[in-house]
């Protein structure tokens, strides 16, 4: 089976958020998190789309298209026919440059529709200005960002700031007249030498007479979204089916345990995290960050701490139903920029050592103890469950729900396949997400069994 659709995703939790939407919809879909592991593996699963994660948000324009490039050649290499660039709903990155990339790739015929809204998680574009849940953009937490702020709310400025290409607008009023009214405006934009054109949306009714309009115009439309836009056209090309979740039937296991990897520090994760552990069946294991980000012996030494006093709760009759290692949530929280200073790292380097220590002790734990034991695996944080998976030796998950959006539960292939895994946003969900998401994992082990 040749996969109809190809998506490139800057991130892994991006990469399985717009995947989810397909799997929902009854399309098998896998998430790669690099070019060379999709070409390796491909032929033998059999997939209706794929998702490549280039990890390329926080890199510097040339770096990220080389990624972006390897990544779209790979997928047009394996005949996918309708191509996506996944882009974070708060617009971190260099979503214009990438684009640039891919448009070099597909074809002069190309033409990228930019529709950042997603309604679902109340994320909506208006008269080109970007809205999170009723706040603007640039007023969001999210603006802050030490990697990857976000500092222009008017959408065609910041992708002209980062694009070659002329940059468009169909606004609002001639989305909800949609029909022809909406054909004719993205023609104009077209005929205007807009090779990138953005697209209001306030609900996903929107959004779908947006791809109905650009199958419509029969273009070679490179999708530019976080998800619905992409999932729609595949709809509306009769690719899918509607979207309904995917739960399993079976009763959820007992007596097993979920193992969460914490590497967000956000004040969104910490509260869902003491929710959690205000049950006595949640345990948190503390890990000290400081010897994970000097690296060598001490770092050796306090993962073995974490990983010895996780087996021996997995080794009692009852067993905990979560077990949770973090570095971030108590005690001060440390300025990780001021550690790569300090010590003369590369910027980014502490927080890699110190995801990469969690992976490390998610990994010992599953291979000292019987894997039956597991109920799955709970990441915060993109950047922790590529660590964590990347220590386990995956290089590729199947994506199949969401336990909300933008928290994504798939499982695991090839080394530990069938195992499920959550990935969640730090800035993503409510008080009570991480008990959800636990509860989910159980559920979701029936399925595997």
Not at 74 to 99: C, N, Q, S, W
Not at 121 to 136: E, F, P, T
Not at 197 to 221: F, G, P, R, S, Y
Request: net charge negative.
């Amino acid at each position: 089976m040749v996969p109809s659709i190809g998506i490139v995703a800057d991130d892994l939790t991006g990469a399985t958020t717009t995947g989810v939407l397909l799997a929902r919809s009854r399309a098998r879909t896998v998430a790669y998190f690099s070019s060379e592991a999709a070409l390796r593996e491909e032929k033998e699963l059999g997939l209706d789309a794929i998702v490549i994660s280039t990890n390329s948000r926080a890199l510097d324009k040339e770096k990220a298209q080389g990624f972006v490039t390897d990544a779209t050649s790979a997928l047009k290499k394996m005949g996918v026919r309708y191509f996506t660039k996944r882009i974070d709903t708060t617009l971190r990155g260099g979503i214009g440059y990438e684009i640039d990339a891919m448009l070099d790739v597909i074809g002069e015929d190309a033409v990228a529709v930019v529709v950042p809204a997603m309604p679902q998680s109340r994320r909506i574009l208006v008269g080109g200005y970007s809205v999170i849940d009723g706040v603007a953009l640039i007023r969001t937490p999210v603006a802050q960002d030490v990697r990857t702020p976000v500092r222009e709310n008017y959408v065609p400025t910041l992708l002209a700031a980062q694009t070659q290409h002329a940059v468009g607008l169909v606004a609002l009023a001639d989305v909800l007249q949609g029909g022809a009214a909406l054909v004719e405006a993205l023609r104009k934009e077209r005929e205007a030498g807009r090779r990138v054109i953005v697209v209001d949306a306030i609900t996903l009714e929107d959004v779908e007479e947006i791809a109905k309009a650009c199958v419509a115009l029969q273009w070679n439309v490179l999708a530019v979204d976080p998800g619905p836009f992409t999932s729609r056209l595949a709809f509306v090309r009769g690719l899918i089916e509607e979207e309904k979740p995917n739960i399993p039937a079976a009763a959820p296991v007992e007596n097993r345990t979920v193992l969460i990897a914490a590497g967000s520090a956000t004040p969104v994760t910490k509260k869902q995290m003491e929710v959690l552990t205000n049950d006595a069946r949640n345990v948190r294991i503390s890990v000290n960050p400081r010897p994970l980000i000097e690296s060598g012996p001490a770092a050796t030494a306090e993962v073995m701490r974490a990983a010895d006093a996780a087996c021996i709760l997995l080794e009692k009759y009852e067993q905990p139903r979560s077990i949770l290692f973090e570095t971030a949530l108590h005690g001060v929280l440390l300025d990780l920029d001021e550690e790569d200073r300090s010590h003369g790292y590369e910027k980014g380097t502490a927080a890699n050592r110190i995801n990469a220590g969690l992976g490390t002790i998610i990994t010992q734990v599953m291979e000292r103890v019987a894997r039956e034991k597991i109920a799955g695996i709970y990441a915060t944080g993109g950047d922790t469950m590529v660590n964590v998976c990347a220590m386990l030796g995956v290089e590729c998950l199947e994506v199949l729900d969401y336990v909300i959006p933008q928290t994504d539960i798939g499982r695991l292939i090839g080394e530990y396949g069938g195992m499920p895994i959550v990935g969640k946003g730090g800035l993503t969900g409510t008080n009570s997400s991480a008990i959800e998401i636990v509860d989910r994992l159980m559920l979701e082990a029936a399925r595997r069994d």
